[in-house]
Antibody, heavy 113, light 107 residues
Framework: QVQLVESGGGLVKPGGSLRLSCAASGFTFSDYYMSWIRQAPGKGLEWVSYISSSGSTIYYADSVKGRFTISRDNAKNSLYLQMNSLRAEDTAVYYC??????WGQGTLVTVSS | DIQMTQSPSSLSASVGDRVTITCRASQSISSYLNWYQQKPGKAPKVLIYDASSLQSGVPSRFSGSGSGTDFTLTISSLQPEDFATYYCQQSYSIPYTFGQGTKLEIK
């Protein structure tokens, strides 16, 4: 069955960096585009980034453009989100998703001094 | 970016009630509209995709309709497990924006 498992979240100071990973299994990872979506505590869902199946096409939300980098390794069935220059407003649960059906359980990123 | 506006933001209803949630897009999105249910501490679960297609395994009391800019999610007879927050999402153009959510509470 399809599984998406995020890791790499944690507590980081403002201005710091973090790299999230998402391990995919149960499907041919290289056939699908993937996304990162986040949810701040008590708030709604915010789409963050998209990467095409080959990795050749990438998009970002304006709120993270220039600070976050999405990537994938199809040989390792893995999706990544490199987050730099983190701000308090980046605090959220980050989900990787094979939209719209399959979502991971999420990993919490807390940006605080 | 396409803005998605849901109404109402919150709703109180009783078991057995028929409930409708609406979602309006700031421009036409054809039928590229998903509906999700989210319970506290859990990832969203897709209920409806392409505006009216019921995701496998989702009870038939859930239905979706609409195209263009106006969409609805209907729950025909509320069950206790349906009390949750519901989100619409357009998948017509990136960024795939979400509505702000509708919290469905027990009356």
């Amino acid at each position: 069955q399809v599984q998406l498992v995020e890791s790499g979240g944690g507590l980081v100071k403002p201005g710091g960096s973090l790299r999230l990973s998402c391990a995919a299994s149960g499907f041919t990872f290289s056939d699908y585009y993937m996304s990162w979506i986040r949810q701040a505590p008590g708030k709604g869902l915010e789409w963050v980034s998209y990467i095409s199946s080959s990795g050749s096409t990438i998009y970002y939300a304006d709120s993270v453009k220039g600070r976050f980098t999405i990537s994938r390794d199809n040989a390792k069935n893995s999706l990544y989100l490199q987050m730099n220059s983190l701000r308090a407003e980046d605090t959220a649960v980050y989900y990787c998703a094979r939209e719209p059906v399959y979502w991971g359980q999420g990993t919490l990123v807390t940006v605080s001094s | 970016d396409i803005q998605m506006t849901q109404s109402p933001s919150s709703l109180s209803a009783s078991v057995g009630d028929r409930v409708t949630i609406t979602c309006r897009a700031s421009q036409s999105i054809s039928s590229y509209l998903n509906w999700y249910q989210q319970k506290p501490g859990k990832a969203p679960k897709v209920l409806i995709y392409d505006a009216s297609s019921l995701q496998s395994g989702v009870p038939s009391r859930f239905s979706g309709s609409g195209s263009g800019t106006d969409f609805t999610l209907t729950i025909s007879s509320l069950q206790p497990e349906d009390f949750a927050t519901y989100y619409c999402q357009q998948s017509y153009s990136i960024p795939y924006t979400f509505g702000q959510g509708t919290k469905l509470e027990i009356k």
